[in-house]
């Protein structure tokens, strides 16, 4: 046979089997240059908020890495959709241009400089002797999200105000805030903002940064100390909430720290962070295509979500052939099919199985979510089931979880070293009874939740967490196929207001 006829016969048995695995790593590798992308802008946004000596050099290294993870991830769709995205190529190397472009706008002699304060008005010992008269309420306690030094009335949210009624300069107090629900509003006529829980990694710890406005999350109890309308001043500089308004440190503060602001070094990464890491896909786009993609953040995200697109199609098509078919108790409602990546004995044959008790930490951790959901739903006569088909190594399972009027999918690695720990989810935000998108403002409000960094648009929710001990992980994804559980309601029955928080507080209780 001549090598032509080699490389086009079809593939089966082992050869078959290589290549999924070759397929689902490169998917994992896309995914972990997905994230790197995702902890960039973190950084970024943290280093924007304040308190940090920047110098002209960290934009510049900072457009090169979000440059070449965007090539990297153009490279890996490439390979998984069998070079159908080569456009992807050409929009990368010019949006790296747009972005050295900005660069060079600034000017070679930006080069990191003190920025020069305005001498104080208050003397160090007139504050120090404000500060020590001055009641402490919290110090030390929690997590500063945004540095920073604001003073006002205290607005509780919980106390029934709704976001569009917060006053301008307000101490903004509540459990925690979720984009979902009006955070953006809220967050932007607020002075400062304490919350409950959350934490530095949360949508409201995000937004703030975004915003510039001082933050200390994970308080415990702000919305029961504190009461509305008492004036505090919080000092996210040194973690510190003072009863009062106390105008010797905000005089203090706006003489001496506001003119690092004015560094070109600041005004430099604020312009790179907009040009890179603002997600400008429309938000109630189901199909965006390569032409809107106006930053590095919209690449790749359209980027990850084609290929998850390839891999559910190469995993439903799969299962066929491979995969054995696993039931799981207390989900009669789905249909499960998986394939063992490791030990692959031959071609076909239920030797490719892999059972709900075999050693796949984040598979099997998953199966039990699905099966012990408290919500779990029972299966409706006309309606077909849910089909799970999932690929599975000791460590690491993909799943694709198929329904009607769309798809979803988890990717976890849980490994004994925690840096190499991950997960990927991704939810199709509406099912065929859902036209009011409450399927994925419930995604979306319990991955903020849990700490997921969560990306919402037209055509999916997907949130992204990595770095946590396995035992976490594991956690979380029995969490997650809990989650998908009580999510399969909507494509039943519909229900629920996407602004409801109580959905997402009630699927949370349920799970403690």
């Excluded at 510190?240 to 003489?255: M, P, W």
């Excluded at 919500?375 to 009607?404: I, M, R």
Aim: hydrophobic share 45%; proline share 5%.
């Amino acid at each position: 046979m001549s090598w032509l006829g080699r490389l086009l016969r079809p593939r089966g048995g082992n050869e078959a089997h290589t290549l999924l695995k070759l397929r689902v790593t490169r998917f994992h590798q896309l995914l972990s240059s997905y994230g790197s992308l995702l902890s960039l802008a973190e950084d970024a946004a943290e280093k924007q908020g304040g308190g940090f000596i920047l110098d002209r050099q960290y934009a510049v290294a900072l457009v090169e890495k979000v440059a070449e993870l965007a090539e990297s991830v153009a490279f890996d769709l490439n390979v998984l959709t069998s070079q159908r995205n080569l456009p992807f190529y050409e929009q990368v190397e010019r949006l790296r241009d747009e972005l050295r472009s900005l660069l060079a706008e600034t000017g070679a002699d930006t080069r990191a400089r003190p920025g020069e304060a305005a001498a104080p008005t208050i003397p160090p010992a007139a504050l120090a002797a404000a500060l020590a008269r001055s009641p402490v309420i919290y110090r030390e306690r929690g997590q500063v999200a945004c540095r920073g030094v604001a003073a006002g009335p205290v607005c509780i949210l919980a106390h029934g105000i709704e976001p569009g009624a917060v006053p301008q300069g307000c101490v903004l107090v509540a459990d925690d805030l979720l984009a979902e629900h009006g955070a953006l509003e809220s967050m932007r006529k607020a002075g400062a903002v304490l919350l409950d829980c959350s934490g530095v990694g949360g949508p409201a710890a995000r937004l703030a940064r975004e915003l510039r406005i001082p933050a200390i999350l994970g308080l415990g109890d702000a919305t029961s100390r504190l009461s509305s309308g008492a004036w505090v001043t919080v000092d996210a500089d040194e973690n510190v909430v003072y009863q009062g308004r106390i105008a010797e440190l905000l005089d203090y503060y706006h003489s001496t720290h506001l003119a690092a602001e004015e560094e070109p070094e600041y005004a430099l990464l604020r312009s790179v962070r907009r040009a890179a890491f603002s997600l400008t896909l429309a938000a109630d786009r189901a199909e965006p295509a390569l032409p809107d993609c106006r930053t590095i953040h919209d690449l790749i995200n359209l980027a990850h979500s084609l290929a998850g697109d390839a891999m559910a199609e190469l995993l439903t098509t799969r299962r066929r052939d491979a995969g054995a078919e696993v039931h799981l108790a207390g989900a009669p409602w789905c249909e499960v099919h998986v394939t063992r990546l490791e030990h692959f004995p031959g071609r076909g044959g239920r030797g490719n199985a892999l059972t709900a008790e075999a050693p796949s930490r984040p598979l099997r951790a998953f199966f039990e979510g699905l099966g012990n959901s408290r919500s779990a739903v029972h299966h409706v006569s006309g309606l077909p089931p849910v089909v799970v088909v999932a690929v599975a190594t000791e460590e690491h399972a993909l799943a694709a979880l198929a329904f009607p009027g769309g798809f979803d999918m988890l990717d976890a690695t849980a490994a004994g070293a925690r840096e190499a720990n991950s997960i990927f989810c991704r939810f199709a935000p509406k099912g065929e009874a859902d036209p009011k998108g409450a399927r994925g403002a419930l995604a979306a409000g319990v991955l903020g939740r849990l700490g997921f960094t969560v990306v919402q648009t037209g055509r999916e929710v997907s949130g992204w967490i990595r770095g946590l001990p396995s035992a976490e992980i594991e956690e979380r994804v029995c969490t997650l196929g809990r989650l998908r559980t009580r999510l399969a309601e909507h494509g039943i029955s519909g229900w629920g207001s996407p602004e409801a928080e109580s959905e997402v507080d009630d699927f949370l209780r349920s799970c403690a």
